[in-house]
Nanobody, 123 residues
């Protein structure tokens, strides 16, 4: 089992940047694929980006490709999401999640979830 705690959210102006972190407990972090999801008010939780357990494979949703970068440091049990060129429509609660399966994209692929961190982008 793994416990996940997100940090790094906040209020930023459009065009700005934020880096989210997700600290994982346990010694098995490196065996999980990891993902970032987001959920805006009244909308479904959707995949933002994902990374395989060794970091060799990444996935980005079309709406963030070229602006966001997912990475992981298995020695520090930490997942990151660097968010650049932020837009007001990026406003949401961002969640990190861990997957024991090979899947990266579907919400159902993920077994463990953090509590989320709020990102607000003002225009």
């Amino acid at each position: 089992q793994v416990q996940l705690v997100e940090s790094g959210g906040g209020l930023v102006q459009a065009g700005g940047s934020l880096r989210l972190s997700c600290a994982a407990s346990g010694r098995t972090f490196s065996t999980y694929a990891m993902g970032w999801f987001r959920q805006a008010p009244g909308k479904e939780r959707t995949i933002v980006a994902a990374i395989s357990w060794r970091g060799g494979t990444t996935y980005y949703a079309d709406f963030v490709r070229g602006r966001f970068t997912i990475s992981r440091d298995n020695a520090k049990n930490t997942l990151y999401l660097q968010m650049n060129s932020l837009k007001p429509e990026d406003t949401a609660v961002y969640y990190c999640a861990a997957s024991r399966s090979a899947g990266l994209v579907r919400r159902s692929d993920y077994d463990y979830w953090g509590q989320g961190t709020q990102v607000t982008v003002s225009s």
